[in-house]
């Protein structure tokens, strides 16, 4: 099991956890500790931060003895910098499962208070998944009080629905549309056995999808092209299989007393190049009036410092 991140990678194998530090955004006492090794019996807590607007997260693992705070996750060596999208899932999933691996050792702390598979569980997972949160952090808070009992989240997207940025959800039962305003609220939903087909036109960071249903055309404006295109293959193969696709996961290497080769070296992505594209997407949200003048400016201001 590995996960990329900002500065490195981590591994994990049937003899612990190795973080490999690397790269232009890797602290120089991150490069001087690389690699460094925690033995599975020496691991005492994971935890992770999801990444949130222009903070990234971390996933850190902590030996016995280590300080329990996270001052500063960028120079921590036992903390991976965690980016948005597929970083931060992998990373949660990496947390989930050594936290359960943990569980029956004292002293081991779990990477969060839901349980895993739990409703709220797959509402932290879905908003990890999400490339753009802009415009729908009002209703990523509101979300869970508009969730059936039993109802599990899937994907997350913001968009624009009858000039209403918003956010769009797709669950295990419904795609349900979420406006929550400071004067009006507005809720939308299509039950999924009632979507007929769907079309979607993506733009250079953005999209548009067009959801047909039962006497219904559902057109939703300004989402993330990332976003719409993992929510968009879910409906298409719900509608193609009757059923939603499984959704990643990693797998956990099993306890072992044998020798192992020790896990390889990889090198972590180029951090201006993740900078640059993050540019571009702001660039096209204050085009599309998602952002103005002053929160772009801001935006952008925050992303060059990362350079």
């Given at each position: 099991?590995?996960?990329?991140?900002?500065?490195?990678?981590?591994?994990?194998?049937?003899?612990?956890?190795?973080?490999?530090?690397?790269g232009l955004t890797a602290h120089p006492d991150k490069k001087k500790a690389s690699p460094r090794?925690?033995?599975?019996?020496?691991?005492?807590?994971?935890?992770?931060?999801?990444?949130?607007?222009?903070?990234?997260?971390?996933l850190r693992v902590a030996a016995a003895g280590d300080d329990a705070a996270v001052p500063k996750p960028n120079q921590d060596v036992n903390a991976l910098m965690i980016n948005v999208g597929s970083q931060a899932e992998a990373a949660r999933l990496f947390a989930d499962q050594v936290a359960e691996r943990l569980a029956s050792r004292s002293g081991a702390v779990p990477a969060g208070p839901y349980p895993p598979g739990s409703q709220a569980a797959t509402v932290?997972?879905?908003k990890d998944r999400m490339g753009v949160k802009l415009g729908a952090r009002r209703e990523l808070r509101k979300l869970s009080k508009h969730l059936l009992q039993g109802e599990r989240v899937r994907y997350l997207a913001s968009g624009r629905v009858n000039r209403r940025l918003g956010l769009v959800a797709l669950t295990d039962r419904r795609l349900l549309l979420l406006f929550h305003g400071m004067v009006r609220?507005?809720?939308e939903d299509l039950p999924l056995d009632s979507v007929t087909s769907i079309r979607e036109k993506a733009g250079v960071l953005l999209g548009t999808l067009t959801v047909l249903a039962s006497n219904t055309t559902l057109v939703i404006t300004d989402m993330s092209k990332v976003d719409m295109k993992a929510l968009s293959?879910?409906?298409?193969?719900?509608?193609?299989?009757g059923s939603l696709p499984a959704l990643p996961a990693l797998e956990m290497p099993a306890p072992s007393s044998e020798n192992d080769d020790e896990p390889s070296t990889v090198d972590a992505p180029a951090g201006g190049n993740d900078v640059l594209q993050q540019l571009a997407?702001?660039?096209?949200?204050?085009?599309?009036?998602?952002?103005?003048e002053d929160e772009f400016a801001d935006a952008k201001a925050q992303l060059l410092g990362r350079l």
């Open positions: 099991m590995e996960v990329q991140g900002m500065d490195g990678s981590i591994a994990a194998d049937a003899h612990g956890i190795t973080f490999y530090f690397k090794h925690i033995p599975w019996t020496a691991i005492a807590a994971v935890q992770f931060r999801a990444p949130s607007g222009l903070r990234p997260g971390y932290r997972d879905a609220q507005s809720l293959n879910a409906l298409r193969t719900r509608l193609s299989t997407r702001l660039g096209e949200l204050r085009e599309a009036g998602v952002l103005s």
